[in-house]
């Protein structure tokens, strides 16, 4: 049983890296007004780098003088890979539903070290906020997101008051967090392909189910019930924690997809996967 769960996850996966190759590939195809500006920098390294994707409506957003809900996402890759560029459809998915939208490319191992693609997500989140009102974003109700390793950065985030006060963001804009199969509870220091990651790190925790005492904004934690590459309890263990502590979390699991399908069923084509959209709106909120 196992080595056939094991066997369907690695198609999964090779299905999900081929998806998402062609998913980079659409959205350079895009209509320039599909999206918003692309490649802004929001700090001086080369991957210091964000998109933004704007609903319809945000002209009269602007117009009227009110503003909608931000959401930004936080790819994943393990620390390691991974490009805003291939995650366009979430921009797309998110921005439909009346939000303004913003994918965030952050520095990867081994140019750098935890925590500094925490800081990196901190400093792009700073950007978001003295910069969205122009594109008719809300920079008081700001929504974070991530998959996978971008989802550990996003519960750090919400969780450890540090990077975001670090950043000069105060943490009442932030109205909430979602996380698609992140790693919460894990010890990446005992990870041997992890370990030099998040080796000798100045920050005491790395571990966002370890800060859940310090307040925050409401969770809510999507898991895959075939994830083999980031175990299912990751998203209940923090959400229980977080609870204990006083938090607001929600947790559900979406048992026949795996970890790479989780963020494949925010596109268009591929919803019928998992309700992983409506349960975010439901979540968020009205624009």
């Given at each position: 049983m196992v080595?056939a769960?094991?066997a369907?996850?690695?198609?999964m996966?090779?299905f999900?890296?081929?998806?998402?190759?062609?998913?980079?590939?659409a959205?350079l195809?895009?209509p320039?007004s599909a999206?918003?500006?692309r490649?802004v920098?929001?700090g001086?390294?080369?991957?210091?780098?964000?998109?933004?994707?704007?609903?319809a409506?945000?002209?009269?957003?602007?117009?009227?003088g009110?503003?909608r809900?931000t959401l930004?996402?936080?790819?994943?890759g393990g620390?390691?890979?991974?490009?805003?560029?291939?995650?366009g459809?979430?921009?797309?998915s998110f921005?439909q539903?009346?939000?303004?939208?913003?994918?965030?490319?952050?520095?990867?191992?081994p140019q750098?070290r935890?925590?500094?693609?925490v800081d990196d997500?901190?400093?792009?989140v700073?950007?978001?906020?003295?910069?969205v009102?122009?594109y008719?974003?809300d920079?008081?109700?700001i929504?974070?997101?991530?998959?996978?390793?971008?989802?550990h950065?996003?519960?750090l985030?919400?969780?450890?008051?540090?990077y975001?006060?670090?950043?000069g963001?105060p943490?009442?804009?932030i109205g909430?967090m979602?996380g698609l199969?992140g790693?919460y509870?894990?010890?990446?220091?005992?990870?041997?392909?992890?370990?030099?990651i998040?080796a000798a790190?100045?920050?005491?925790n790395?571990?966002?189910?370890?800060?859940?005492?310090?307040?925050?904004?409401?969770?809510?934690?999507?898991s895959?019930g075939?994830?083999?590459v980031?175990g299912r309890?990751?998203?209940?263990?923090?959400a229980?924690?977080?609870r204990?502590?006083?938090?607001?979390?929600?947790?559900r699991s979406?048992?026949?997809?795996?970890?790479?399908?989780?963020?494949?069923?925010i596109s268009?084509?591929?919803?019928?996967?998992?309700?992983?959209?409506?349960?975010v709106?439901?979540?968020?909120?009205?624009?």
């Open positions: 080595g769960l094991r369907y996850n690695a198609v996966q090779s999900a890296r081929a998806f998402l190759i062609l998913a980079s590939l959205v195809a895009a320039a999206r918003g500006p490649d920098a929001y001086p390294d080369p991957r210091h780098r964000l998109d933004l994707f704007l609903p409506s945000e002209a009269a957003a602007r117009a009227t009110t503003p809900k930004i996402f936080i790819h994943g620390w390691r890979r991974g490009t805003k560029d291939r995650y459809f979430v921009g797309r921005s539903a009346g939000y303004v939208v913003v994918l965030v490319n952050y520095r990867l191992y750098v935890f925590p500094a693609f997500a901190a400093r792009a700073a950007w978001v906020r003295t910069n009102r122009r008719g974003g920079p008081d109700r929504y974070l997101m991530g998959h996978s390793a971008g989802a950065i996003a519960a985030l919400a969780l450890d008051p540090h975001l006060g670090a950043a963001v943490r009442t804009a909430g979602i199969a790693p509870v894990f010890h990446p220091e005992r990870v041997p392909r992890l370990a030099p998040f790190h100045p920050r005491p790395a571990r966002p189910v370890a800060v859940t005492d310090n307040g925050g904004p409401p969770l809510l934690l999507l895959a075939l994830d083999m980031v309890r990751n998203g209940p263990g923090l229980a924690a977080y204990r502590a006083g938090g607001r979390a929600t947790a979406y048992p026949a997809i795996g970890h790479g399908q989780i963020v494949i069923a268009e084509f591929f919803q019928g996967l998992a309700p992983v959209v409506p349960d709106v439901k979540f968020i909120g009205k624009p």
